[in-house]
């Protein structure tokens, strides 16, 4: 599986959106910055939204899409799925 996923720094705080094959490993180098970048640098770690994808292709045009959007929409898109903005990471374990 590949997965889509958005992360917050808080309810309604900066997001960020990426991709991976690995979404509890991804999540956990992002929570633990072990990559240094945007996450990191505005805390960003708060597993807000994810959805699963059959290939590495359609994660990526989701993904590419989803980055393209007003930050409206992807408020949209987590509030559907996530109203509370629950950190959802530990669904994950």
């Known amino acids: 599986m590949f997965y889509v996923y958005i ?10 959106t990426g991709s ?6 991804r ?6 910055k072990l990559r240094g970048g945007f996450t990191a640098k505005y805390a960003v770690s708060r597993l807000v939204w ?5 290939s590495r292709e359609a994660a990526f045009v989701r993904e590419r899409r989803i980055k ?3 930050r409206e929409w992807k408020l949209d898109l987590i509030e559907r799925m996530n ?8 669904t994950l374990l």
Do not use: C, I, M, Q
């Open 83 to 90: 109203p509370a903005w629950a950190d959802l990471f530990e």
């Open 20 to 25: 991976t094959d690995d979404l509890l490993k």
């Open 7 to 16: 992360l917050a720094s808080r309810p309604n705080g900066t997001l960020y």
């Open 50 to 54: 994810y959805e699963a994808h059959a």
């Open 27 to 32: 999540v956990v180098e992002h929570r633990e």
């Open 68 to 70: 393209e959007w007003r």
